[in-house]
């Protein structure tokens, strides 16, 4: 099948806008979370067209981004959920392919985990918290918010960018440390790219521990037509056909493609080399369920004598990088190995 799809690159660059939470980060030498970053699509011949599209929506507990007047993805933080999440997902002509549960439940869908919502980080095992379940205050922690979201359209690309404390359980609700989030997204005719910085960073005075856990990474949940059993096709760099063949095993991406309204509508996730444990495993599963997660070998691999744990010191940063591609059409092997070799090539902040 020939690849038409267009050709391009992501770079970031430096924004003149700090958070005090950033420039308290950028005293200690934090980049990663300290300096707020646009992300500019270059030689994509659509983007004269589509840059003045997008639009932000902002309310108490939520951002939504529009395209063309329509809603495309909206984050939400407010105090009702455990963490920030993106949802719903749609693609570039308005299709949604995320799960509407538990936001906005559709007649027959499944309702398993409750925190699987759009896309999403978090990790089950950090010092011992449990940051991916959200099974209650007194059980599982929290990444809440500590200042208002920053939320810009620059180049044509909407920007978002989060704050969050790395809360633990009651009754102690302890500060292990802080999260930064930042997405940028952007669309160019078929395509939505949502690039996404995530750092980690050990600010409370401890060491951060990532257990060996597959319950973690850089995540999402789509809808029930993504799932393997009704026809979606589960795919992997390595290739890898179908969630046995790709569960815990190293690519450079995974992509889940099915048929909706008519149209093939995949939704891939590309890891960044800079990564650590490049190129990551995958909790990929066939219910829909897929998250990018370096801290779980000796659980992929079903063995107690490996330990995946990674620790970020005290005082530092971990930095993590993901581009998300929707894309309207059936994405061949080489088009994704393309889209990955551009991102793994985007100008980095440094």
Same mark, same amino acid.
């Given at each position: 099948?020939?690849?038409?799809?267009?050709?391009?690159?992501?770079?970031?660059?430096?924004?003149?806008?700090?958070?005090?939470?950033?420039?308290?980060?950028?005293?200690?030498?934090?980049?990663?979370?300290?300096?707020?970053?646009?992300?500019?699509?270059?030689?994509?011949?659509?983007?004269?067209?589509?840059?003045?599209?997008?639009?932000?929506?902002?309310? #108490?507990?939520?951002?939504?981004?529009?395209?063309?007047?329509?809603?495309?993805?909206?984050?939400?933080?407010?105090?009702?959920?455990?963490?920030?999440?993106?949802?719903?997902?749609?693609?570039?002509?308005?299709?949604?392919?995320? !799960?509407?549960?538990?936001?906005?439940? #559709?007649?027959?869908?499944?309702?398993?985990?409750?925190?699987?919502?759009?896309?999403?980080?978090?990790?089950?095992?950090?010092?011992?918290?449990?940051?991916?379940?959200?099974?209650?205050?007194?059980?599982?922690?929290?990444?809440?918010?500590?200042?208002?979201?920053?939320?810009?359209?620059?180049?044509?690309?909407?920007?978002?960018?989060?704050?969050?404390?790395?809360?633990?359980?009651?009754?102690?609700?302890?500060?292990?440390?802080?999260?930064?989030?930042?997405?940028?997204?952007?669309?160019?005719?078929?395509?939505?790219?949502?690039?996404?910085?995530?750092?980690?960073?050990?600010?409370?005075?401890?060491?951060?521990?990532?257990?060996?856990?597959?319950?973690?990474?850089?995540?999402? !949940?789509?809808?029930?037509?993504?799932?393997?059993?009704?026809?979606?096709?589960?795919?992997?760099?390595?290739?890898?056909?179908?969630?046995?063949?790709?569960?815990?095993?190293?690519?450079?991406?995974?992509?889940?493609?099915?048929?909706?309204?008519?149209?093939?509508?995949?939704?891939?996730?590309?890891?960044?080399?800079?990564?650590? !444990?490049?190129?990551?495993?995958?909790?990929?599963?066939?219910?829909?369920?897929?998250?990018?997660?370096?801290?779980?070998?000796?659980?992929?691999?079903?063995?107690?004598?490996?330990?995946?744990?990674?620790?970020?010191?005290?005082?530092?940063?971990?930095?993590? !990088?993901?581009?998300?591609?929707?894309?309207?059409?059936?994405?061949?092997?080489?088009?994704?190995?393309?889209?990955?070799?551009?991102?793994?090539?985007?100008?980095?902040?440094?």
């Amino acid at each position: 099948m020939a690849d038409t799809y267009p050709q391009g690159v992501f770079m970031q660059r430096t924004s003149p806008r700090f958070s005090k939470q950033f420039a308290r980060a950028l005293a200690l030498g934090l980049v990663g979370l300290a300096l707020s970053t646009a992300v500019v699509l270059s030689t994509l011949p659509s983007l004269a067209a589509d840059a003045g599209r997008l639009a932000l929506d902002k309310k #108490q507990d939520g951002i939504t981004v529009l395209f063309d007047g329509r809603p495309l993805t909206t984050l939400h933080f407010g105090p009702k959920w455990d963490k920030p999440f993106l949802h719903p997902l749609r693609s570039s002509s308005g299709v949604v392919i995320s !799960r509407g549960f538990p936001l906005d439940p #559709q007649p027959g869908e499944s309702k398993d985990h409750a925190w699987h919502r759009g896309i999403w980080y978090g990790h089950g095992d950090v010092n011992g918290e449990d940051f991916w379940r959200e099974l209650g205050p007194e059980k599982s922690g929290k990444l809440v918010p500590v200042e208002t979201p920053e939320a810009f359209i620059r180049n044509g690309a909407a920007v978002l960018k989060l704050s969050l404390a790395m809360q633990g359980r009651l009754p102690e609700k302890k500060r292990y440390g802080t999260i930064g989030e930042q997405y940028l997204i952007r669309v160019d005719g078929p395509l939505v790219f949502m690039d996404a910085v995530i750092t980690v960073t050990a600010d409370a005075g401890m060491d951060l521990r990532f257990g060996d856990s597959d319950d973690g990474g850089f995540g999402f !949940r789509l809808s029930d037509a993504y799932r393997e059993d009704r026809g979606a096709q589960l795919i992997n760099s390595a290739g890898g056909i179908g969630s046995k063949a790709i569960w815990g095993k190293s690519s450079k991406w995974v992509d889940y493609s099915t048929s909706l309204e008519g149209k093939t509508i995949g939704l891939a996730v590309l890891d960044h080399p800079s990564n650590v !444990r490049y190129p990551e495993a995958w909790h990929a599963r066939g219910y829909a369920l897929c998250a990018a997660n370096p801290f779980a070998l000796g659980s992929f691999a079903e063995d107690k004598t490996i330990d995946g744990s990674y620790v970020v010191k005290a005082g530092d940063t971990l930095t993590l !990088r993901y581009r998300v591609v929707i894309h309207e059409g059936k994405a061949t092997h080489e088009t994704l190995d393309r889209w990955q070799r551009e991102f793994a090539a985007a100008q980095q902040l440094r």
